[in-house]
Every structure is written in structure tokens, then in C-alpha cells.
């Protein structure tokens, strides 16, 4: 059976080469026309990975393509997700299962609400990838992936054929405190990293900032995620800054490159959900109001 991957970038890429060089068929699926013949052009996607490079001349489509999709990997930005799955739902088969990729939280349950047939898996991934350039990608960090279904049920049969591939992958019967703590991780990190224009490694200067964020946090975490999603969270988010402390969080990335951020996944999706709770958040709130303010002097969407 056929894997569909929407999207040509990082992650995509790093999960599109592996089941190709399995054998398993895929087929991407590219934004329109002009991307397509970009695609086309290049010849397939090119993969870095311990410094060298491999072409992969993996079949691309449309959205618009006439086959039924049974299994697809949604490996966009959250912000995209919603658009992406409304220009493939027609194309669902009955029983399809769509994984998605994508970080944060809200994006999943949106996109699920919008194919309530199809079984909507979602994935935290620690891997890391980046693109040097259109359709060039290069594999960054080695990481897992977790997989599980918010809403219950069994792992999916096909799992096996991901870790035959190489994609390092596990089940998880509790995703959703999984993205949660992966939530809570990049607010107390990445915005922080915007705000004071620095490496993870920078925010060791700021220990009493990083503890205040954390403490909220783990407020947020033990209401919304349960108490062992919130054990321990300052002394992880403390080991995280020092193992990549010569690194650029992705959001200093996105804001370098001058790109839209996530933020309305992360930390706007925290401080909203600790609204609706009633949880009172003030530096959480606080940090959001500056992050917001500073995309938008940057003439970045702020949402
Ligand atoms: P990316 O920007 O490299 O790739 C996303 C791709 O999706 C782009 O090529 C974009 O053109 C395409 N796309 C968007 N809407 C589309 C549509 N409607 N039709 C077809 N293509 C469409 O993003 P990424 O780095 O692969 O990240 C995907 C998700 O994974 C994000 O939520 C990110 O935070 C998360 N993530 C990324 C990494 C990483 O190392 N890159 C690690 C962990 C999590
Ligand atoms: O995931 C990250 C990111 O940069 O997005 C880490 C390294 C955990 C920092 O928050």
C-alpha cells in the first residue's frame, strides 16, 4: 500500500528517503504546479546524513491527484495543517490513518475535527533536519519518534514497516502528556532565545527567568497533562540547554530567517488552555505579550 507524504521539507524528506529505501512506494505530494516542476527539475529529494549526500528520485503529485490516500504523513508546519488536510480529505479512503507531525499542540485536534473518518495518529519527534536548500535536506540530530493515539485504540499494524525502514519509532499509549512536556520544553526555552537574541546555551545566564517559567509550567502540566508529564520539568529543561547549548532554537530560527514562527502552538496554545482553566500565569503570560510584540516589530505574524 502506498504512503502519501505531504510536504517535501525537513522531516518529510528524512521519513520519505528511509521507507523509499525499504521499498516501500510512496508518493509525495507537492503544493501546486510550480512546485511540482521545481521538484521534477531537481530530479528528487537529496539527503545529507553523516556528511553524505543521496538523490532519491521518489514519484511526486498533486493534491488533486485521483488515487485514495490510506495512509498519509502530514509533515507541515501546524500552521498549514488545517489548509493541507481540507485539500486532501476528499481523497481519504474510509479507514485511512493520517500521522501527523507537526509540534505543539491544537494543530492535531483541528485537523482531526476536519476528518473525523480518518484515524489521526499524532508523532513527537526529537529528530532533527534541516533544508540547505529547496529539496535538499540534511539530517541534523538522531532522535525518536512517538507515536500514539490521542483518542486510544492500538498501535497500527503498518509500525513495524517504519522501524524495518530505520525510522526510529515507538508507540506510546500516552501521547498526549508526550507532546504536552515537549510543549512545555520549548516555552521555557525558545521564546526566551528570541527575546534575548541568543543560543539555548545563553539562557544558563538567566537560571532565576528559566525557574519562574518552569514553575508555571509545571502548573500548567500537572492540570492539563497529569503529575508525572510535569516530574522533573526545570531539571530536564536545564539538561536540554546545556546539551544544545551551542544550538539556535528552532524558533531563533525561524525568527532569523525571518519566517512565521509556531508560537500560536506553543506558547499561545499554553497561555490560552491555562485561561480557559482559570490558572493564573503571569510570567507566561507576560513572556508572551514581548514574544508577540517583538515579531511584530519584526514584521512577523504574531499568532
Ligand atoms: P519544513 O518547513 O521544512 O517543511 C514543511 C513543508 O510542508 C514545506 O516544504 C511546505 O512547503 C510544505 N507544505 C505546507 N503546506 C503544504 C500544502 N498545503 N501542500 C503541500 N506542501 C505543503 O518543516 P519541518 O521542519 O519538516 O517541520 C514540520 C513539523 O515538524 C513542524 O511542526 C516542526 O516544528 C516539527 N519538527 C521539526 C523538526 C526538524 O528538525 N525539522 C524536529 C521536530 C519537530
Ligand atoms: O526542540 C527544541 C527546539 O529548538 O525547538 C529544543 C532543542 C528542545 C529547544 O526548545
Redesign the pocket.
Known sequence: MNWHL?????????WAVRLARAGHPIRL????DD?LAAYRAKGGLTLTEQGRATSHAIPAEL?SAPEPISRLLL????Y??E??ID??AHRLASNADVLL????LG?QQAVQTRVPDARCLS?????????EADFR?VH??L?QNWLGDPAGGPPPAWLDQLQGAGIPCQWTPTILPRLWRKLALNCAINPLTVLLDCRNGGLLAERSWVSILCAELTQLLEHCAGAEAALGLEEEVLRVIQATASNYS?MHQDVSRR?RT?IA?LLGYACTTATRHGLVLPALNDLEAHLRQRLRSLGLPDS
Do not use: H, M, W
Open positions: 505531504l510536504g517535501a521539507g525537513s522531516l518529510a524528506t528524512l505530494i507537492l503544493r501546486n512546485r493534491p509533515a507541515c508546519k501546524a498549514d495543517a489548509q493541507a485539500g486532501l507531525l507537526q509540534n505543539g494543530s508523532v513527537s519527534s526529537t529528530e532533527g533536519a534541516f533544508r535536506v541534523a540530530g532522535g528552532s519566517q509556531e502552538y
